[in-house]
């Protein structure tokens, strides 16, 4: 049996964790899609492990999959939709008929509930097989109120009660913090998204103990509670100030010297959970396959930290591309023990963006949603809620 690259990083840790990160609605076209496109020589190879990963079948049947989650996020949602109109132009005009009155906002938040749960039944076999460990599905609250607190918890809410199989994706604001200790308190099982930076990752661990102190007290059930902590890599790097700071200091950033220092960021946050042996999860995202300095090809975002017991959740793109280079990659189930460079580190740290991220005491919890990567990204996930929201309108209003 030829094994996945996902499953070969998997194999270095019994308790690494790969999701998908896409609604598992698109899975069946996306697998036809991409062995359409393989070599002749591999493609009966690549359906078998495509559907070691993913099965609508196997999962009816025995309550297992490949991947033992699945991440969604408003451009992923968007992806989804565009890629069944007709489905969801029929459910949308199906919510306003029902729901006479209904403004174009509540509209579009009825339908993104309804993908919510279409997506969390689709996969709640393998969470009542695994008694909750796996088969849990992320919806995320509305990333145009990344500061608004009483609406992310008044969505957060609503989000939950779609499954006993999902979980809440909340960002890394000071505002999202307070509501994931909330949502931790009453057993609601959590993901932190648009989070970078060390300072982040530790407020998250903090919210999350407070919750579940909380919890404890009040005797609520955590029996099938779950945390997990997002780190963002490539957009941590790339959409922080790093490199315009380099620049007005006359410091020259390789690629590979930016992941020394998302390595480096993740691998503080990674070993300070275990250090206190927090209940979190560390799940990383947004990783790219690409040519190191010396041209060989890596996918350093996996690649150095084979061995560790984290989530990786890979979008559609990243594991076809993870596919085309299987032959090239490798992993040491050691890598994560591995240090960072400690020359890049050095050169890093002249940056005050990098210090930010890296430091424990980078930044104070209402400086969150100022970050470079922070801001970046919920802009264009508000991008991506806006496009959503007028595709209703487009519907609704014929």
């Known amino acids: 049996m030829s094994k996945h690259v996902l499953e070969k990083l998997a194999e270095t840790n019994p308790e690494a964790e790969i999701w998908w990160d896409s609604s598992p609605l698109i899975y069946p076209s996306w697998k036809e899609e991409t062995l359409a496109k393989a070599p002749d020589a591999k493609r009966a190879q690549w359906a078998e492990q495509l559907t070691r990963l993913y099965d609508a079948g196997t999962i009816h049947e025995t309550g297992t999959m490949g991947f033992r989650g699945v991440t969604t996020n408003p451009p992923l949602s968007l992806q989804a939709i565009q890629l069944a109109p007709e489905l969801w132009r029929a459910e949308i005009k199906k919510i306003a008929r029902e729901n006479p009155g209904m403004d174009v906002e509540g509209v579009y938040w009825t339908m993104y509930l309804d993908l919510v749960k279409k997506g969390a039944s689709a996969i709640h076999r393998v969470y009542e097989t695994s008694g909750g460990k796996y088969g849990m599905l992320s919806g995320q609250v509305d990333p145009r109120f990344v500061t608004d607190g009483e609406k992310m918890l008044e969505q957060g809410l609503s989000i939950a009660a ?17 509501v994931l200790e909330e949502l931790t308190a009453r057993g609601i099982s959590t993901n932190n998204t648009t989070s970078f930076t060390v300072a982040q990752y530790s407020r998250c661990m903090a919210a999350v103990t407070a919750g579940l102190q909380r919890a404890r007290a009040a ?27 380099a620049k007005a200091r006359g410091i020259e950033l390789s690629l ?28 990383q995202c947004s990783m790219r396959v690409e040519k190191d300095d010396n041209g060989k090809t890596v996918s350093r975002h996996i690649q150095d930290f084979a061995g560790s017991d984290m989530v990786y959740t890979c979008p559609p793109g990243y594991i076809a591309g993870l596919m085309d280079v299987e032959d090239e990659l490798d992993f040491d189930p050691k890598a994560i023990e591995r240090e960072p460079n400690p020359k890049s580190i050095e050169k890093l740290m002249k940056l005050p963006s990098f210090r930010q991220a890296y430091e424990f005491e980078g930044m104070k919890p209402e400086e969150f949603s100022r970050y470079g990567s922070f801001q970046a990204t919920a802009t264009e996930f508000a991008l991506a809620t806006r496009q959503t929201v007028d595709f209703v309108r487009m519907v609704v209003e014929g």
């Open 219 to 245: 005797g609520v059930d955590l029996s099938k509670f779950r945390s997990v902590i997002t780190h963002m890599s490539s957009r941590l790097g790339q959409l922080s100030d790093w490199q315009r700071e």
């Open 162 to 178: 779609q499954g006993e199989n999902v979980m809440v994706k909340l960002p890394g604001s000071k505002e999202g913090y307070e």
């Open 256 to 283: 590979m010297e930016i992941r020394d220092g998302e390595e480096a960021v993740l691998k503080r946050a990674y070993w300070y959970g275990k250090s206190i042996n927090h209940p979190s999860k560390m799940l």
